[in-house]
């Protein structure tokens, strides 16, 4: 299947799509042709990205390593329902219906930003499929704290006018998620699939679906994530962190070392939310020899 934007940047990729109940998915698959038996690496985005983010992560792994990367339902090549519930449970649900459907064993995770309650959700309900764990800027556990910029866009009225009608959340993201100032033609590669109203209608779902207090429809999704992550503390983990980040600050990056204190756990201070844009350089190499180090072919 042939790429259906060729234009898009340092994005040399054939999406794959998968039927997952009412809706299809996109999602890469790349690894070396002659081993399918290569040990399997999924990797899951955030919002307001999709599997752009990961591109050259990609590039480097997939020569030795079989690189499922999914768009989450909404986002990148995915199809964009406007009606669907966009909760956590509902992404979790597809990634593990994909999963089954590629017929995907036991595999490792690289998981960023709602990409981590997402594959922990995953991992937490299959715990004997998880190798390791590479752990970058994410949660899957509740906090007390939301940035204002971020809170700003869950207000009834002004966040659908900012994050649908002016695209705010992912231009801003282009600017403010990166300490480097991204080339344009990266920044028009990550805006791509939200060119619409109609098709922003992820963005904005996923804003609205952070969960802050008990009431709050994904709580109990989050809570029980939480709850179930010591089933995955004899896990390798590898936490690689970007230090200027809005977001995902440092009491999140503590946080996960609390939870899983034998983790290699790496501090990179002038890196940003996105931080493979910022310093991919230096994280790549470090990803590479955990994989290779915690990965083995599948069966």
């Excluded at 930003?113 to 590479?134: S, T």
């Excluded at 906090?143 to 809170?151: D, E, H, L, T, V």
């Excluded at 939310?273 to 069966?299: M, T, V, W």
Aim: hydrophobic share 45%; glycine share 8%; charged share 20%.
């Amino acid at each position: 299947m042939v790429n259906p934007d060729p234009q898009l940047a340092e994005f040399p990729y054939q999406p794959h799509f998968a039927d997952i109940g009412a809706h299809r998915l996109a999602y890469l698959d790349e690894g070396p042709e002659e081993d399918r038996a290569a040990p399997v690496l999924v990797m899951l985005h955030g919002n307001p990205s999709w599997s752009y983010l990961f591109r050259n992560l990609v590039a480097r792994l997939r020569g030795r390593f079989r690189c499922i990367v999914p768009d989450h339902l909404g986002c990148g090549f995915s199809d964009k329902p406007q009606a669907a519930s966009y909760r956590l449970a509902m992404h979790i649900d597809n990634l593990e219906a994909l999963l089954a459907a590629l017929g995907i064993g036991r595999c490792g995770l690289v998981v960023h930003d709602w990409g981590g309650a997402i594959g922990m959700g995953w991992a937490v309900r299959h715990p004997g499929r998880v190798a390791a764990m590479v752990v970058c800027n994410t949660a899957a556990f509740r906090s007390g704290q939301i940035p204002r910029r971020i809170a700003l866009c869950r207000l009834p009225l002004l966040g659908p006018l900012a994050v649908r009608g002016l695209n705010a959340f992912v231009q801003a993201a282009t600017l403010m998620a990166v300490r480097r100032r991204m080339r344009p033609e990266i920044a028009a590669g990550f805006a791509a699939p939200y060119d619409s109203w109609a098709r922003r209608v992820a963005i904005l779902r996923f804003v609205q679906d952070i969960p802050m207090q008990p009431a709050h429809p994904s709580w109990a999704t989050l809570v029980a994530i939480e709850a179930a992550l010591p089933t995955l503390a004899d896990k390798p983990l590898l936490l690689a962190w970007g230090g200027r980040d809005f977001c995902f600050g440092r009491d999140f990056y503590e946080e996960w070392r609390r939870r899983f204190p034998h983790a290699e756990a790496h501090w990179f201070p002038e890196a940003g939310h996105y931080l493979f844009e910022d310093a991919g350089a230096e994280i790549f190499p470090l990803i590479d020899d955990f994989c290779s180090r915690n990965l083995r072919k599948q069966a």
